[in-house]
Each structure stands twice: as C-alpha cells, then as structure tokens.
T-cell receptor, first 115, second 113 residues
Framework: EAGVAQSPRYKIIEKRQSVAFWCNPI?????LYWYQQILGQGPKLLIQ????????DSQLPKDRFSAERLKGVDSTLKIQPAKLEDSAVYLC?????????????FGPGTRLTVL | AQSVTQLGSHVSVSEGALVLLRCNYS??????LFWYVQYPNQGLQLLLK??????LVKGINGFEAEFKKSETSFHLTKPSAHMSDAAEYFC???????????FGKGTSLLVTP
C-alpha cells in the first residue's frame, strides 16, 4: 500500500515570496491534515479536512496561509507571502476517518527554508 | 485544551539498557494517547496508542506504554535498547470528539554502543 506522498521534499525561498506544497493521501482516506513542525518542537495542526470540507482551521494563519482539497483527494497548502518564521517542516497526514482513535499516517514532509 | 509534556528533550542510553521516555498529559476528560517515532528526514510513524481499553499498551519494535490515571502519565518503555532505536519520539493526545492531535515537544533518544 502506497503511503502519503508529499512534494517537494525541500524548498528554499526568500521572504515575501510565495510557495505551494502538495500532498497525496493514502487511497480511500477521507481525512487529511496539514501540520507545521518548527525545529525543536512537536508538530502543530494547521488544518484538517474531511473529504473536501474543512473541519478545523483554527490555527491556520489565514492572512498568509491557504489550503484546499479539491475533489476530496489531493491537497495543496500555500503560503503567500512567506515570512522568516515560516521556516519549518510541513507534514501531511491522512486517516481513514476522523474518529478519535483512527491512526494518522504521515508523509515525509516538505522542509521549507525562508531566507 | 488537552496537552502533553515530555520530560527531557534528550535521553541517552547504552545499547541493551532500559529505555524510559516520559510523558504526562493534561486533560479534563479521558484522553486518547499516542506515541510516534520520527527517524531523520522521515515522517512520523505510530508506535502505539491508548484508547481506554487495556492500560498497558504494546506497540511495534518492542515498545510499550502504561496509562496511569492517578499520575496522569503515559511513559514509553523498552526493556533493551537497540542502536536502531535512535530517533525522535513524540507523545500526543487527542480529545474524545474529532481528531486534532496535540503533540509534545519531543524527546531525542541517543543509543550508545
């Protein structure tokens, strides 16, 4: 079974530029998550989708971050414009449903460096 | 909101020694608790999870954790460390409804020969 795919794996941009990350969840998984992991910290949830609807985006900085999950499969996360503090690893995860005990499967992440 | 605290950002053990990684949770309701492992340049992999069934939970790679309500703890243990266990370990908690994982800051495990 293929895992969660993410691209690109690494991205370096200058502040005020824009960047987009792509995630392909495990086939059949209804729930998709984006997490931000700053160096030395645990992952922090940015947004959660159930199919193509947003369940929780309370911690998403909506003035610069946006995310979509068209057709309830792939998802993109965009940052525009980027700030220095956005340097982090962006992890995508998926689960079969949104049940509290469902296992979340994580992709390898995209490491973003903002200069 | 529920949260977890991982005591010790770095833990070093000798190969073959006991591994003990500490996690305490804060919750006003029975929590769901998880341990994840992250190897360098890889995503997180689930080691084990507590879902209010048995308090002693066995996971992959010989790890286990015990839920202790009186101590609000969910410490991760392994009887004998292996070099391949060197990684970052994260404790996480989720609420009963929905599934937003709140992670601790992580503990880096170093295994020395």
């Amino acid at each position: 079974e293929a895992g969660v795919a993410q691209s690109p794996r690494y991205k370096i941009i200058e502040k005020r530029q824009s960047v987009a990350f792509w995630c392909n969840p495990i086939s059949g998984h209804a729930t998709l998550y984006w997490y931000q992991q700053i160096l030395g910290q645990g992952p922090k949830l940015l947004i959660q989708f159930q199919n193509n609807g947003v369940v929780d985006d309370s911690q998403l900085p909506k003035d610069r971050f946006s995310a979509e999950r068209l057709k309830g499969v792939d998802s993109t996360l965009k940052i525009q414009p980027a700030k220095l503090e956005d340097s982090a690893v962006y992890l995508c995860a998926s689960s079969l449903t949104s049940g509290s005990t469902d296992t979340q499967y994580f992709g390898p992440g995209t490491r973003l460096t903002v200069l | 909101a529920q949260s977890v605290t991982q005591l010790g950002s770095h833990v070093s053990v000798s190969e073959g020694a006991l591994v003990l990684l500490r996690c305490n949770y804060s919750s006003s309701v029975p929590p769901y608790l998880f341990w994840y492992v992250q190897y360098p340049n890889q995503g997180l992999q689930l080691l084990l999870k507590y879902t209010s069934a048995a308090t002693l939970v066995k996971g992959i790679n010989g790890f286990e954790a015990e839920f202790k309500k009186s101590e609000t703890s969910f410490h991760l243990t392994k009887p004998s460390a292996h070099m391949s266990d060197a990684a970052e370990y994260f404790c996480a908690v989720s609420e009963n409804s929905g599934y937003a994982l709140n992670f601790g800051k992580g503990t880096s495990l170093l295994v020395t020969p």
